[in-house]
């Protein structure tokens, strides 16, 4: 069975630091590129990050440029989020998603996602 | 930053009857129009990619079209389990953005 499986969520204070994980099994991800995609709660979808299947192309939405890297460990199978400087709007569910194989990471779409790991900025 | 509308902002049908789903463009993103279904609770699942192609799995009652601007998701059939909120993407140009979402309520 594919799974994503997201994790490193949680109550952190504005301007600190926090480190998202994504854990595939059931495929291989360097095969694919991969995204992280936010949802605020009870809000839209905001794609947030996006790496190549071999981290040569990468690109962030602008509300994230320069607080935000990914980054990804094929050996290990992960993607991750390291998310600093963080503010209030950055309260989501944070979602690993992957595009379809051949699919270039300019040009992607998410045929599937984890459940999500939650991060709640507040003092 | 291409802008995506989606209209209505929400709709209540009852089974059995047709739905029609709007997703407006800012700038033309030619078939590079994607929509997911989300059902609360759960993430985001692919419906159809480059504008008319159903994912894997996907029923048959769903169905897209469009090109250049404006797209339409039309669901032909309503069940119950289609009770969720639909998005659109576009995927011509990064940033990728989304439309706001159409809640489809069935009655």
């Known amino acids: 069975e594919v799974q994503l499986v997201e994790s490193g969520g949680g109550l952190v204070q504005p301007g600190r630091s926090l480190r998202l994980s994504c854990a595939a099994t059931?495929?291989?991800?360097?095969?694919?590129?991969m995204h992280w995609v936010r949802q605020p709660p009870g809000k839209g979808l905001e794609w947030v990050s996006g790496?190549?299947?071999?981290?040569?192309?990468?690109g962030y939405a602008d509300s994230v440029k320069g607080r935000f890297t990914i980054s990804r460990d094929n050996v290990k199978n992960s993607l991750y989020l390291q998310m600093s400087s963080l503010r209030p709007e950055d309260t989501a569910l944070y979602y690993c998603?992957?595009?379809?194989?051949?699919?270039?990471?300019?040009?992607?779409?998410?045929?599937?996602w984890g459940r999500g790991t939650l991060v709640t900025v507040s003092s | 930053e291409i802008v995506l509308t989606q209209s209505p902002a929400s709709l209540s049908l009852s089974p059995g009857e047709r739905a029609t789903l709007s997703c407006r463009a800012s700038?033309?993103?030619?078939?590079?129009l994607v929509w997911y279904q989300q059902i609360p609770g759960q993430p985001p699942r692919l419906l159809m990619y480059?504008?008319?192609n159903r994912a894997t799995g996907i029923p048959a009652r769903f169905s897209g079209s469009g090109s250049g601007t404006d797209f339409t998701l039309t669901i032909s059939s309503l069940e119950p389990e289609d009770s969720a909120v639909y998005y659109c993407?576009?995927?011509?140009?990064?940033?990728?953005?989304f439309g706001g979402g159409t809640h489809v309520e069935i009655k």
């Open positions: 993407q576009q995927r011509s140009d990064w940033p990728f953005t």
């Open positions: 059931g495929l291989t991800l360097d095969d694919y590129a």
């Open positions: 700038q033309s993103v030619t078939t590079y």
């Open positions: 480059d504008a008319f």
């Open positions: 790496i190549s299947w071999n981290s040569a192309r990468i």
């Open positions: 998603t992957k595009s379809p194989r051949g699919i270039a990471v300019a040009g992607s779409y998410f045929d599937f």
